[in-house]
Structures are given as C-alpha cells and as structure tokens.
C-alpha cells in the first residue's frame, strides 16, 4: 500500500518509518503500539533525526514527529508534538486521530477546520483509481462522488471509516479503506517531510547502482532491528519479577453539546473550547460557546451582508457564498450536489 521509498529518506526517520508498517491493514494504528519505536523519538533531537544541523521549516520538522507518534501507535504523543505544527497540519493530525478513536463528530470538526489542504487532490486521483469497480454500495457511492467532483470528500471518508469500524463494509472494501488511508498518511508524511528539508523527495535513487540500493536498504533494516528489544533466550531468561502496576489510561477530553441559534441543530464540541468560537456543523453559522457555569445564550449570528444562502436542492443544506457567486455552480459540502445559485 505504502508507495514512498524509505531508502530516500534520512536513516532514522526510515527506520521509524518501516517499524510502522506493519500497521498498514489496520483502520486503528493505538491497537497496536511500538514501543521501541516511541522511546526512539522520545530520545532523538532534529539534528540527529533528519541528519542536518538546520532545517527549511521546524514546525514541519513537529509534524513529521507527530505523524511518527501516530504511525507507530502513539496518537498521545502525535497530539502533544502536533502543537508545534503549524496550524493546518495540527488540523488534520486531531481529524486522523479522532477519526481513528471512533469520535467521528470531533473528526469531521477538524476537518471542518481544515477546508483544505495540498494533498487532497492526489488523494481523490488514487481514491478512484485504487476503489475501482467495487461492489460495496457504500464505497461504490464514495467513489462515484469522487470522481463526480474530482475532489476529496474528507467527511464522506470519515462516514466511510465509521462503517468499516462497524462491520458494515465487507472483506475487500475494509481492505481498500485501510488503503486509502494508508495513502492519505503517505502523502500528508511526504508533503510534511518535503517542506521541512525545503527539498522534494526524489521518486528513486536513479545514480545508484542496484548493489548501492541494497546496501543502503540493508543499513536501514540494520538500524531498524537496533531499535527492536532483543529477545532473551528462554535458558537465561531471569526469574519474572513481580509485574508493575500499570497506569491508568489518560482520560479522554471532555465533550459538551451545543444548540445552534440560528438552526437548532446540536454540534459536540470539547471543553477546552469554551469562550472560543463554534461553528455549526450543519448551516455553518459562527456563535460563541459559552464559558462553563454560564447560560446557554449565544451571541447573534454574524451578519449574512455580502452573502447569499442558498438551500441545497437535495439535502436542504445551508451553502453560503459570496454576492458574487450569484448565477455560478457551487457543491454542497454535506452531500456533494452541484447545483446553480440563482442570479439576483
């Protein structure tokens, strides 16, 4: 499923890189952790993980380390590094763990969040071509609207992904969506790992020779296995000592349900998001989410001046635009209906 090349990424970070791999046929990375893996990243600084003194970009250089963290089954870790992110990476690494925690609400705020990002175009290209003529009807309708808009549909994938964690989806069509979610944390690692060197990643190490490429492979399987605790040989294993007690997994963040003034719809938001602003997640209205011990007022709706709304003649979705959207085609961000928004 992966496609990138570790041999043309520095040697730690392909070590870490292919002790994840094994995670590749699984919808949910925290199942399965590396610990190894974890206590190498724990250790390591920048200069040392990517071979360089210096760096394009050191908020990239957090996210290569987040997305590391959650490759290797850490999503924790990945939250704490993605802070340093810059502000749409730190978008979807919470989109990714969420929507690998189950929480699909919060994920499909993040990406929400997001709108956008530089990889979503090569992402809807491999989904259409790697879903092909499927025979799922859930992902024989993500791949239709796909290729119909020739766009990403992050919250599609996340209703996807829940279906697939539900057993609703099927042996083979389970298997394409841990593939293209394989895909999106490669392309997303690449553009991340590209802009914090400030170089591209060459596709293959054309100048090499063939021994040359199975030399520097095998440096990096050496290095890897360097990081695997060693096994100890069952004749000199030491007497078993007396277990420590685990710690308590970390609570997960308080979620709190809020009404939308202008349509009543109800939006989970986490309690660190109180003062802060909300969006509604079905008319996409702004309003205030209230400071704990407070009432539940909000705040009026930001002005509509120099916006039309427009009803999506499918879903009834709210789509908002600009005045001089007027008379163009625009698509529904909740069902992906192209329609035309009439002129004044």
Known sequence: MIELDASQLTSEVAALFLSGSGQQTMLQWHTHPKKFAKDRLDQIDNAELFGRASLADEKMA?????????WNGWPEKAAELGEAAPETEQQYLKGLRERQHGNM???????????????????????VNAVGAASDPLLRRFKDLVEFSSEWEPFLFVDLVEQALGGKLDGKAKSAVCELQCKEFELLFRHCYEEAL???IPESAERESSAEQEARMQRVRQLRERRRPRSVPLTHRPRAEKPEPQKPAPEKEATIQIGCPRCRAVTKFPESARGKNGKCGKCGTLFAIPEKGTGPTSPKPP?????VITRCPKCAEAVRRPESSRGQKVKCGKCGTVFLIPKK
């Open 62 to 70: 957090a996210a290569i380390r987040a997305l590391l963290y959650l």
């Open 303 to 307: 002005s509509t001046s120099g916006t």
């Open 198 to 200: 400030g170089e591209p």
């Open 105 to 127: 609400d919060l994920a499909k705020v993040a990406f929400q969040q997001l709108d956008t990002h530089p990889i979503y175009a090569s992402l809807a290209s491999h989904a």
